[in-house]
């Protein structure tokens, strides 16, 4: 059993953070509204999932266990939209129900 953690990637649902914020960044917001910024999440793109998954399906030694599959490092809401601002050169508003 493979459990992928907060999997981003070309054609991801647009209500996952990454590509929320992206999205209205790129569109031009000002301001950004998030219900919360503390959570921390770990990540992975999903072409790193691919490989994941196809290195994993050829070991005998997997089956019956469960596997996670992200990339080990933590990062907050508030971290990845701050990181997602620097890539694209934006300072929108950060906005939360906190």
Known sequence: MVRP?????????ARAI????S??????????????????RTSTTSRTLAVGLIS????????GDAVDM????EASIADAVA???SLMGT????????
């Open 5 to 13: 953690f907060n999997t981003y990637g070309p054609r991801q649902s």
């Open 18 to 21: 990454i590509p929320a914020v």
């Open 23 to 40: 999205s209205q960044l790129a569109a031009g917001a000002e301001i950004l509204h998030i219900a919360d910024t503390r959570p921390a």
């Open 56 to 63: 994993l399906s050829g070991r005998d030694a997997a089956v």
């Open 70 to 73: 992200g990339s080990g490092v």
């Open 83 to 85: 990181l997602i601002q």
């Open 91 to 98: 300072q929108a508003l950060v906005k939360t129900d906190q």
